[in-house]
């Protein structure tokens, strides 16, 4: 008699799963950090899966570690579309728009620019310019997807999401209190704070403690650079592909479109277009975020801390150095706008 088999597709859950579970805990324990003690559970769970490295290295649980931090990441990242709506670009206008594509795009720019100088090449300089203009731990995960990778490619994943964390929740504390002394109005502030916090967590939480308008302005800008993610994504793995850039770890090309940028965009037009039932994008929001905690727990549990240190000051000044011309450049562009320059350039 033949033994009975698994179908295909669900032959591989016995052995990914010890794996995914213990992510999945580590997902829920950073969480529970972060709902009674404040902390960015981003960051938790990032440090709890450092701190139980050793499971990544052999046994059962490497497998389901693996599909963790690569697949379930993607997942993620694709439910993000169902964020994106085009009516908040109509709700903020033309103008605030071009100011807040324009700092993300020079903000990549300016940090593929000066990389150099602190001891980076290209990859780096992408993963934490990306992450500092778009969305965070979010987008660095993203763009790590579809870098071409070499035995440090966790290493640096890790460090720019630890970065980009920590400097988030000190913009989330110091940022409202800079606007606050520079006589911001409600929009205005939340433009700011939308425009330059890494994270839509930190982005919500300084946005919402100046008054609800300012909350809500915050909330659509940043949903506005998530947006911007998949073109970045897309036009950077067309880049890669015409430079003919190759893993020296698997020897293979990044995807031409990648499938979870694909499906990205794809729930972003159905969602705009109002395809997406209300309680479809209600349970894609928390299952999204889920999926990140997952992922990002398989990656911590897949670095070593020791390793990751030795990415060294440099990159911290780097990260630090982006955040600051980011701030810099929307607050130059706010203040042109409340003068009225941009107006009377646009007659």
Avoid at 13 to 40: N, T
Avoid at 86 to 103: E, N, R, Y
Avoid at 113 to 124: D, M, P
Avoid at 285 to 307: C, D, H, M, N, Q
């Amino acid at each position: 008699m033949t033994p009975l088999t698994m179908p295909r597709p669900f032959s591989s859950i016995p052995e990914l799963f010890p794996g995914f579970l213990v992510a999945a805990m580590i997902a829920i324990a950073g969480q529970f950090i972060a709902e009674h003690y404040g902390a960015p559970a981003m960051l938790m769970a990032l440090l709890f899966g450092i701190a139980l490295n050793f499971l990544s290295e052999e046994g059962r649980c490497k497998a389901g570690i693996n599909f963790s931090a690569r697949k379930v990441l993607r997942f993620g990242v694709a439910l993000l579309g169902l964020r994106i709506s085009f009516d908040m670009a109509v709700q903020l206008g033309p103008v605030v728009i071009a100011l807040v594509v324009s700092g993300l795009c020079l903000t990549i720019g300016f940090g593929l620019l000066i990389a150099r100088f602190f001891g980076h090449k290209h990859r780096f300089a992408f993963l934490s310019a990306g992450s500092v203009a778009i969305c965070g731990a979010s987008a660095a995960m993203a763009i790590s997807a579809i870098l071409p990778r070499d035995d440090r490619t966790e290493e640096r994943l890790v460090f720019t999401v630890v970065g980009v964390t920590l400097l988030s929740t000190v913009a989330m504390v110091l940022y409202p209190i800079l606007i606050s002394s520079l006589g911001f109005d409600d929009k205005a502030a939340g433009i700011f704070l939308g425009a330059t916090i890494h994270d839509v967590a930190q982005v919500v939480g300084a946005g919402f403690s100046i008054s609800e308008p300012a909350g809500e302005v915050a909330t659509f800008v940043k949903l506005i650079r998530v947006a911007m993610l998949a073109p970045v994504v897309l036009i950077a793995s067309l880049v890669i592909r015409s430079h003919g850039a190759i893993s020296p770890v698997d020897g293979k090309k990044p995807p031409f479109l990648p499938m979870f940028l694909l499906v990205f965009i794809v729930l972003a037009t159905l969602n705009s277009l109002h395809l997406v039932p209300q309680a479809v994008v209600d349970f894609s929001v928390p299952l999204s975020r889920w999926a990140l905690l997952t992922a990002i727990a398989g990656v911590g549990l897949k670095t070593s801390l020791g390793e990751t240190a030795k990415v060294g000051l440099p990159a911290i000044a780097l990260l630090v150095v982006e955040t600051a011309f980011l701030a810099g450049f929307i607050l130059l562009g706010l203040y042109l706008i409340e003068n009225g320059f941009v107006a009377a350039v646009g007659h």
